[in-house]
């Protein structure tokens, strides 16, 4: 089946310094990517997506690039913010069946410290 | 402005009680989602709706029903037979047609046992 997987966290950073969060997936077929990120009490928001193989997703400074050849989309940002605490979840989606859910990754949690 | 909404923020269940979380949204969105989220892990399907009438399960649907009767509203009850409730539960939707389209989520529900 579909499955994502990131890595663990927590992860703890200093104001400005580079981010990278881990994803890999195993799907199917060729499923769209995402990052969702979820700030303290809140629903999900979509952050980026790549629906191909080299696609790059950016917003908000965060880059993914859509790897077919290691099944990946790491997460990156240069120079964090204390504002970019939050978790942070991959996930990905796959038409099958006409049923588009998303298998999202067990989440991130980064806390960045001023 | 378009968007999910969830009712309550907030919600306590006594034993033996069954509650309804509610989920509406204005963005036109054929396929609805409820999604339960524990701490540290990530979100886990409960049940999905492609369209009005019509409704699957989820990964975890025992314990739960739903309702799809306009095509804005999604209404989610946890009943008295799902033994651990506690959990924050979050309401999606999507354009059902592509599988590139991301799912916009609402703000969430927590709901705890008194």
């Known amino acids: 089946g579909n499955s994502v997987t990131q890595m663990e966290g927590p992860v703890t950073l200093s104001e400005e310094a580079f981010l990278t969060i881990n994803c890999t997936y195993t799907a199917t077929g060729y499923p769209s990517l995402f990052w969702y990120v979820q700030y303290p009490g809140e629903g999900l928001q979509l952050l980026l997506k790549a629906t191909k193989a080299d696609d790059k997703g950016s917003n908000k400074g965060f880059e993914a690039t859509y790897r077919k050849e290691t099944t990946s989309f790491h997460l990156e940002k240069g120079s964090v913010q204390v504002s970019d605490s939050a978790v942070y979840f991959c996930a990905l989606s796959l038409a099958r069946s006409n049923d588009y859910k998303l298998s999202f990754g067990a989440g991130t949690t980064v806390t960045v410290r001023a | 402005d378009g968007g999910i909404t969830q009712s309550p923020k907030y919600l306590f269940r006594k034993e033996g009680q069954n509650v309804t979380l509610s989920c509406e949204q204005n963005?036109?969105?054929?396929?609805m989602y409820w999604y339960r989220q524990d701490p540290g892990q990530g979100l886990r399907l409960i049940y999905y709706?492609?369209?009005?009438?019509?409704?699957q399960k989820g990964d975890i649907a025992e314990g739960y029903s739903v309702s799809r009767e306009k095509k804005e509203s999604f209404p989610l009850t946890v009943t008295s037979a799902q033994k651990n409730p506690t959990a924050f539960y979050l309401c999606a939707s999507s354009l059902r047609r592509d599988s590139n389209q991301p799912q916009h989520f609402g703000d969430g529900t927590r709901l705890s046992i008194l």
């Open positions: 709706s492609q369209i009005v009438n019509d409704f």
């Open positions: 963005l036109n969105h054929d396929a």
